[in-house]
Antibody, heavy 121, light 107 residues
Framework: EVQLVESGGPVLQPGGSLRLSCVASGFTLSSYAMSWVRQAPGKGLEWVST????????YYADSVMGRFTISRDSSKNTLYLQMNSLRVEDTARYFC??????????????WGQGTLVTVSS | EIVLTQSPATLSLSPGERATLSCRAS??????LVWYQQKPGQAPRLLTYDASNRATGIPARFSGSGSGTDFTLTISSLEPEDSAVYYCQQRDEWRWAFGQGTKVEIK
């Protein structure tokens, strides 16, 4: 059974840093592209970042480019999101999601329950 | 950069009625359109992909259709548990775009 479990979201002040983790089970992380998607309170879904499959490429939304870094540790089957220079508008629930199928990575077939990140002064 | 526009914003219907949700893309891209369902306090759930295929475990009353820039999610006969927000999504090369969502309310 595929499972994704996120962690790492306390309350932070603007300008702070945080690393989110997503532990995957039931599949091999390195065989799939993986993403972070966020949802601000009461708002819609926003794609944040993707780490590609075996080639290791990374992609970012303009809103986080230069501030966030996505990475993975295959030995731990874990996906990370390093978030720096946090802003109030980064407040959201952050979901870890698997992209499928491996040949095209064009939809999110499994999602974690998300972790809430609050940035407030 | 692709923009997905969903309509209507809210749909209020009775059980047994047919729901038709629309998603329009600002341009045609090579990847197919996908639909998700999200209930309060839950993660999104994949409903349909490649325009018309249902994901595992999704009831037959949900169907996706469309091509090019105009897509539709149809719920043939609404059940009370279909109350949720529905999002369309499409990959555009190195971005994954979502529509703003349609809220379906059951009277």
């Amino acid at each position: 059974e595929v499972q994704l479990v996120e962690s790492g979201g306390p309350v932070l002040q603007p300008g702070g840093s945080l690393r989110l983790s997503c532990v995957a089970s039931g599949f091999t992380l390195s065989s799939y592209a993986m993403s972070w998607v966020r949802q601000a309170p009461g708002k819609g879904l926003e794609w944040v970042s993707t780490a590609g499959g075996r080639r290791g490429e990374t992609y970012y939304a303009d809103s986080v480019m230069g501030r966030f870094t996505i990475s993975r540790d295959s030995s731990k089957n874990t996906l990370y999101l390093q978030m720096n220079s946090l802003r109030v508008e980064d407040t959201a629930r952050y979901f870890c999601a698997r992209l499928g199928p491996p040949s095209s990575s064009h939809f999110f077939d499994y999602w974690g329950q998300g972790t809430l990140v609050t940035v407030s002064s | 950069e692709i923009v997905l526009t969903q309509s209507p914003a809210t749909l209020s219907l009775s059980p047994g009625e047919r729901a038709t949700l629309s998603c329009r893309a600002s341009q045609s891209v090579r990847y197919s359109l996908v639909w998700y369902q999200q209930k309060p306090g839950q993660a999104p759930r994949l409903l349909t992909y490649d325009a018309s295929n249902r994901a595992t475990g999704i009831p037959a009353r949900f169907s996706g259709s469309g091509s090019g820039t105009d897509f539709t999610l149809t719920i043939s006969s609404l059940e009370p548990e279909d109350s949720a927000v529905y999002y369309c999504q499409q990959r555009d090369e190195w971005r994954w775009a979502f529509g703003q969502g349609t809220k379906v309310e059951i009277k």
